[in-house]
């Protein structure tokens, strides 16, 4: 139907850069995580210790802003990323009960 808006999800997690991040013409002053992480968002990263790299490329495809972009951020914005980031993951392994 013309006219008619799409409705916005609210993110899940946003982080507001405190140094945003200038990239071409656009700066850069929020992360939105709008989904949970995925399984495919891990391909190519191996799950226990995760390495900068690993961050980047997770949270580059969480938030869908190229993982350049992201290398640019400071470290204090990149960190509270990483903090989300880690928020959808485990915290345990899951115990199921034998049959």
């Known amino acids: ?4 808006k ?3 999800e609210k993110p899940l997690a946003t982080v507001v850069l405190k140094h945003p ?3 071409g013409t656009e700066t850069i002053k929020t992360l939105e995580f ?3 992480l995925k399984a495919r968002d891990f ?3 191996k ?5 900068f790299d690993d961050y980047v490329t997770l949270i580059s495809r969480a938030v869908n802003i190229p993982g350049p972009v992201l290398e640019e951020m400071d470290a204090e914005d990149f960190t509270a990323a990483c903090v989300v980031a880690d928020s959808f993951l485990s915290s345990g392994p899951v115990i199921s009960n034998p049959v």
Do not use: C, Q
């Open 47 to 51: 799950i226990g210790g995760m390495k």
């Open 43 to 45: 391909f190519g990263i």
């Open 1 to 4: 139907m013309p006219n008619e």
């Open 34 to 36: 709008r989904r949970r």
């Open 6 to 8: 799409m409705p916005v």
């Open 21 to 23: 991040v200038t990239f």
